[in-house]
């Protein structure tokens, strides 16, 4: 009697990469110590039934969460657009190359979102950071009923609890105007 084991499927991905040249000598110039700062607290706002931030919302900090910095080059500007264009349902990715991630810079977040980039050059910097939080919520789930000697009847609920996960990218493009400047800025 044969048997016969079915092949796993093929996924093919959509690799999106950009096609400008990567200049690693304008990214170092852009990275070399200056005396400028960039300050900063990261945060976010629940989101409202329809769609946005609701602005009355308390805030949620970045509680000790990476924060990228990236010098703008062209090609970070053609990756940023090609990130526009992806879609993870279908296996559609943006890539940065290697050499191109090596440039950065990073600073971890306080508990109160706070983040500080130090002795910076003058110049067009894009940040980020990805905020995973929770939320949660309840519901009544019904359990059965119970009926009375008279007929009345008793409908009986238990409280249910459930956790919703959430993860906001943050991400701005600011600019360093003066040699000395601290910048100070909200990441939301």
Sequence with gaps: ????????????????????????????????P???TIKGVAFTKPKTSFG???PF???????????????????????LELRKQANYKKLKFAYMSNEAWKYHYYAITNSAGEFTFPN??????YIEGLLN????GSYNQYTGSGYGNY?????YYDTKYYNV????????????????????????
């Design 1 to 32: 009697m044969a048997q016969y084991v079915q092949p796993e499927k093929t996924i093919d991905t959509i690799k999106l990469m950009p096609q400008t040249n990567f200049d690693v000598i304008a990214a170092k110039s852009a990275l070399a």
């Design 34 to 36: 200056g005396k400028a």
């Design 52 to 54: 946005y931030k609701a």
């Design 57 to 79: 919302a308390p805030r949620i900090y970045a509680n000790r969460i990476k924060i990228l910095l990236f010098p703008v080059t062209p090609y970070l500007l053609e990756y």
């Design 120 to 125: 910076l050059k003058p110049g067009k910097y």
């Design 133 to 136: 939080w929770t939320s949660t």
């Design 151 to 155: 007929g009345d009847r008793t409908d």
């Design 165 to 188: 996960a959430h993860a906001d990218l943050l991400n701005t493009i600011v600019e360093i105007k003066d040699e000395n400047e601290v910048l100070e800025m909200k990441l939301k």
